[in-house]
């Protein structure tokens, strides 16, 4: 079977740029693909910026090479270079008051001759844009009255109206609301997939760029740092060296794409000095009670928890002692001892609503016997544990039998509220 090569409609070669003398990105070298979105990202000051300027033949490089479907942007005419790359800035520049249709219909001038107006084909074109960026209904209103994200619709349609095979975003969400960022990413990754474009866009946003990226570039002080597939590049090791932040990098539930969950950083209380509190958690359900206990001043412990499952990084994170087994593997004699000793140390065991299976029933099997010994337990109940349940209900009777001995709560606010140390 013959294999197909895509071409590069973008590419730069150890491209160094920058302003007055002094370099910004040095020695970059990137390419976008036809039907590819790539992101650039990376902390402020880090070239982005530049690299579109560079790419829209608005800055010309110090060294290195640009090519836009196989030409050098600095060598040919601005209107030619202007049919090869389209830009989305992040704002619109001030301007007369133009109608949503007369702004998309510029889109077109690289098209048209000096002396000339549109033709019925160029009006063609903008309304066609203006359906593919949905915002054809605001082709009469004023470009002064329409919203941030209608103006921003409005700019994207002037962009797809120049019919050129490379689109540039800097920022193409900023300041815009879900309902617009959504329906602007979705339109974008259309152009990609349908019309073969090339997009090279600049994200602050890592989820939105982890998210809608087929491929991302970050950029450190105006060099590449890290480049591939959105799992490749968005990790904790990589958040701590550009951004100076520690945050939790999950799988999204439903795309498996990198999620970057932020929070307020949190010292749990030294072991020893403070009331005990235990946490059963799995599957991320006790990494906010794990959180809030230590915020109430609990010393903290958890498990069993699984190798690699998000309870167990965050107990990690916290500097928890927690009680870890390998990945799948159940909940052994030795674990179940030393979890036990915890539960019946603790002033309280917090069991979260977790799913359970033959490797993590165990973990109900040894804080029923605490309950049963008369410690204190609190249950997290918002998922009924039938939904929960992968035992064939031997879960079930455990949960039912806690909730007899234990406190109920349906929220983690609740459920804080509740464990609570005495006063």
Avoid at 32 to 53: D, F, H, Y
Wanted: hydrophobic content about 45%; charged content about 20%; aromatic content about 4%.
């Amino acid at each position: 079977m013959r294999r197909v090569l895509v071409p590069e409609l973008l590419s730069m070669e150890a491209v160094t740029a920058g302003y007055d003398g002094g370099a910004v990105v040095r020695e970059v070298t990137l390419s976008v693909r036809a039907g590819e979105v790539v992101g650039l990202i990376g902390p402020n000051g880090s070239g982005k910026t530049t690299l579109v300027r560079v790419a829209s033949r608005a800055l010309r490089p110090m060294a290195g090479s640009v090519r836009v479907a196989g030409t050098d942007p600095y060598a040919i005419p601005g209107r030619k270079a202007a049919r090869l790359v389209a830009v989305v800035p992040q704002e619109l520049a001030p301007t007369f008051s133009f109608t949503a249709l007369e702004v998309v219909l510029m889109g077109r001038s690289p098209y048209l001759s000096p002396w000339g107006g549109g033709e019925p084909h160029d009006y063609r074109k903008a309304r066609e844009a203006m359906e593919a960026a949905a915002v054809h209904h605001l082709a009469d209103r004023p470009l002064e009255e329409l919203s941030g994200g209608e103006k921003q619709g409005v700019v994207l349609a002037q962009a797809l109206a120049q019919d050129a095979p490379v689109l540039l975003l800097d920022e193409p969400t900023t300041h815009l609301d879900l309902r617009h960022v959504v329906g602007i990413m979705e339109t974008v990754m259309g152009l990609a997939r349908d019309e073969g474009k090339a997009v090279l866009a600049v994200f602050h946003d890592l989820n939105l760029a982890s998210g809608f990226c087929h491929r991302l570039v970050a950029l450190d002080r105006g060099r590449v740092v890290a480049e591939g597939a959105p799992e490749e590049v968005v990790t904790r090791e990589l958040l701590r060296d550009l951004y100076a932040v520690d945050a939790e990098v999950t799988p999204h539930f439903a795309t498996g794409r990198p999620t970057v969950l932020l929070g307020p950083p949190l010292s749990p209380a030294p072991r020893g000095t403070f009331p005990l509190a235990h946490v059963v958690g799995g599957a991320g359900r006790g990494a906010p009670a794990m959180r809030g206990l230590a915020a109430l001043g609990y010393a903290v412990t958890a498990g069993v928890l699984h190798a690699q499952d998000t309870d167990a990084v965050v107990a990690e994170r916290l500097n928890l002692k927690a009680v870890v087994v390998p990945p799948f593997s159940e909940v052994d004699e030795e674990a179940r001892r030393e979890v036990i000793a915890l539960m019946r140390r603790a002033e309280v065991v917090v069991v979260c609503d977790a799913p359970y299976g033959p490797a993590n029933v165990g973990n109900l099997v040894a804080a029923t016997l605490v309950a049963e010994e008369g410690g204190r337990v609190c249950l997290l109940e918002q998922v009924p544990v039938e939904e929960r349940d992968f035992t064939g209900g031997e879960a079930t009777g455990l949960w039912r039998a806690l909730r007899e001995r234990a406190a109920v709560a349906r929220s983690y606010e609740e459920l804080l509220a509740v464990a609570a140390p005495p006063s």
